[in-house]
């Protein structure tokens, strides 16, 4: 049985009060709808009108909701029983728009439920494979994911929303405050303050976006004239349609979002276990099942692909709050917020420097994290070639993309990411390593 941290203020099965429950729940649907921007692009760049945008954006609201909800259920083969909610995933923010500039919003439909049934193969089989994922690779995939927040963290935090444009001052003043805020709340607050630290940064955030014109009234012009209440719908939301040669393309991807969840999950598992030692994989296999019926209900549904948030997964460590109450409080919060249209632009407007600032707040906490659980597994020279290696080409794939660029077609989707060709290459070094190694050792 697990054995709960000190810092925890509610572990994964307590019952926080009604008020409480409410108040966490908001704090994690603010951090869910920090990627709600994705969808908004991508109705944009085909062509989609407000109305499109707003119900596409509603719709994976929806889908997130279930998601969340799923992830923090005990049910048969579906559901970790964590706290673990989903965001509309960057992960698949690419192969979508692929999908939906070659074919529009019902072929991005069908593919994003190809890649969800792809998730739920790999979910069924990961306790075969188990071996494949030893506790410093699976570190390794949490510090990766992080790794992967930092580019988009870093550029809201500076104002900055394209290469060579200069660093915004008001922007990053507000960010800054905003982040000092909320480190303040959590590190000197005292009792069940440090539950709040996102909120209070929230907060504080608006109001200086506003006072320093970040935030004006222009940006809820279309929060002003939409419904207060509406069924999220467009013209061809039923249609579906499938294309065999992105059909690689959307399995990479799927594969890598479920590599991805696999390093949160392992992360929910260590934030609520002292003793934490190896992971789960039946348990963390059922949670891959639940954000796989996520993914599968995007596009069923008619959002865009979601993934589960390892911000959220690091701000519950943060707060001290892991209850997977939260999560079903989150989850019907966010699928409610759907059919508010109003409410829900509200959330779709928050501020730059603002998500910045949050980002860059729960990374920390994910870095520390996958670092701890590299080094728990107690390195040797072996896993100093497999971890060291795999994060000197992973990150040299961010650091000097054009390194790639003569990369064949067949094994380029193998390069989209930093954590897909990390990760693949971890598991292979340490495969071929093992087979030198004396019989017996690690």
């Known amino acids: ?60 609201m929806i889908s997130c909701g ?13 559901g970790s029983g964590y706290l673990c909610p989903n965001l509309c995933g960057p992960n698949f923010f690419a192969a ?29 089989a990961l306790h075969r494979i188990k071996f494949l994922f030893p506790p410093e690779i699976t570190g390794l995939v949490v510090l990766m994911v992080a790794v992967g927040v930092i580019p ?39 009792g069940r303050l440090k539950l709040y630290s996102v909120l209070a940064g929230m907060v504080a955030g608006y109001l200086l976006a506003f006072g320093a014109g970040l935030l004006t009234a222009t940006d809820f012009r279309g929060v002003a004239s939409a419904p207060w209440v509406a069924l999220p719908r467009y013209d ?10 992105l059909l690689p393309v959307f399995v990479i991807v799927s594969i890598t979002g479920a590599l991805k969840s696999f390093g949160n999950l392992i992360m929910c598992e260590k934030v ?11 348990r963390i296999g059922n949670g891959l099942m639940a954000d796989a019926c996520c993914v599968t209900a995007s596009g069923m549904l008619g959002g865009v692909a979601s993934d589960t948030s390892a911000s959220n997964v690091a701000f519950s460590s943060a707060s001290g709050a892991t209850s997977r109450r939260i999560g079903y409080v989150a989850g019907a919060l966010f699928i409610v917020l759907g059919f508010f249209p109003k409410v ?35 390195m040797d020279n072996r896993r100093t070639f497999v971890i ?12 000097l993309p054009s390194l790639y660029a003569g990369i064949p077609v067949g094994i380029r989707p193998l390069f989209e990411s930093s954590l897909t060709l990390c990760t693949v290459l971890a598991v292979v070094l340490n495969q071929v390593l093992r087979l030198g190694a004396p019989k017996g050792s690690a």
């Open 388 to 399: 060291g290696i795999s994060i000197i080409f992973g990150l040299s794939l961010d650091l």
């Open 236 to 245: 061809g939301m039923l249609d579906v349609a499938f294309s065999w040669s």
């Open 344 to 378: 829900s632009g509200v959330l779709s407007v928050m501020p730059m420097p603002v998500m910045g600032a949050i980002l860059i707040f729960v990374t920390s906490f994910m870095i520390v994290s996958g670092i701890q659980i590299i080094l728990g597994a107690g």
């Open 272 to 282: 609520n276990d002292a003793e934490w030692k190896a992971p789960n994989t039946r």
């Open 152 to 190: 988009l963290g870093v550029s809201k935090f500076l104002g900055v929303n394209y290469e060579g444009e200069p660093i915004q001052g008001a922007s990053l003043l507000v960010a800054f405050l905003t982040l000092l805020t909320m480190v303040g709340v959590n590190v000197w607050g005292k």
């Open 1 to 60: 049985m697990a054995k709960p941290p000190e810092n925890l203020i509610y572990g994964v099965d307590d019952k926080p009060p009604l008020p409480v429950l409410l108040l966490l729940g908001m704090q994690h649907i603010f951090l869910m709808s920090s990627t709600l921007v994705l969808p908004v692009v991508l109705v944009t760049e085909i062509g989609g009108g407000f109305d499109q945008v707003r119900s596409v954006v509603a719709l994976t």
């Open 96 to 124: 979508s728009m692929s999908a939906a500039w070659l074919g529009g919003l019902p072929l991005m439909r069908g593919m994003t439920i190809a890649a969800g049934l792809v998730e739920i193969v790999f979910a069924r």
């Open 66 to 78: 279930l998601g969340t909800i799923f992830q923090a259920m005990r049910c048969g083969w579906v």
